[in-house]
């Protein structure tokens, strides 16, 4: 079992940064990928950054690629996103997922086990 709990969210203007964080419990932390995925309203869920367990790969999507960074801190079991330069069109709901299947970071839904409950990002323009 993993629990995940994400924190960090909210209301930013365009332009603005955010950090969110998604912090892990339960099986040992370093035996996993995590990733970030977003859900818009009426659209459907989108990948939006994955990294190993080790922190040594990661994969960022393109609609984010440059503005995101995803990293990790296996002492606090907690995996980070910053995003910088957001836009109203990042509006969703953030959410983190583990991938208990292997240590490389993939940006395939189904290969994810566990998920967090969400945390809301709003850009406003």
């Known amino acids: 079992q993993v629990q995940l709990v994400e924190s960090g969210g909210g209301l930013v203007q365009r332009g603005g940064s955010l950090r969110l964080s998604c912090a892990a419990s339960?099986?040992?932390?370093?035996?996993?990928?995590i990733g970030w995925w977003r859900q818009a309203p009426g659209k459907e869920r989108e990948f939006v950054a994955a990294?190993?367990?080790?922190?040594?790969?990661?994969i960022v999507a393109d609609s984010v690629k440059d503005r995101s960074t995803i990293s990790r801190d296996n002492a606090k079991n907690t995996v980070y996103l910053q995003m910088n330069s957001l836009k109203p069109e990042d509006t969703a709901v953030y959410y983190c997922?583990?991938?208990?299947?292997?240590?490389?970071?993939?940006?395939?839904?189904?290969?994810?086990?566990?998920w967090g409950q969400g945390t809301q990002v709003t850009v406003s323009s």
């Open positions: 990294i190993s367990w080790t922190g040594a790969s990661t």
């Open positions: 997922a583990a991938d208990l299947n292997g240590g490389r970071p993939v940006a395939i839904e189904y290969r994810y086990n566990y």
């Open positions: 339960g099986r040992a932390f370093t035996n996993y990928a």
